[in-house]
């Protein structure tokens, strides 16, 4: 479960951080006492649709989660508790993203601050990272190995062959 929470906490903030390019020109072109002065309405909107992008990063990792937990056969309600949590946490604002920030927007600073290209850069790089921790044959291992996803034998006694259940 941690592990996933960990790759829903880097789509989360991929998706939050690829939003700022939505009206890039409008948000980091024009001079912020100006915008935020005489177009208040549209910078509101604005900073509305990159507050609620997380929420769709968030959205898309819990259908990715869900899809390889049914296919892997784990229990399927790991990812909704996961999902659950993370929204509150998310909203709560204690995911902890301004102690973190400066690490994962430091490929950002390859390219001019505030940059498409730094932007598009560290969103990507998110999503990437986020993206192994789901995919990761190591890491999918690791997980079937553990004792409470463990296969166990039974014998069907009508047909006398061996099933395998997990528990």
Known sequence: MIIHFIAFWFFIYAFQTLAFLHDYSFLYLGQDAIIQDNLPARFGRDMELIRQAGNIGLLVAYIISWSISTKRDW??????????????????????????????????????????????????????????????????????????????VKTNKKVGRKTVVKS
């Open 75 to 152: 229990f399927w309600l790991n990812s909704v508790i996961i999902f659950l949590l993370a929204f509150a946490l998310k909203n709560l604002g204690w995911l902890g993203w301004k102690y973190l920030d400066h690490i994962f927007m430091a490929p950002a600073k390859l390219f001019i601050e505030h940059s498409v290209w730094g932007y598009l850069t560290s969103g990507l790089i998110m999503i990437a990272i986020g993206s192994l921790l789901f995919f990761s044959k190591r890491i999918i291992r690791y997980i079937d190995a553990h004792p409470s996803t463990v296969k166990k």
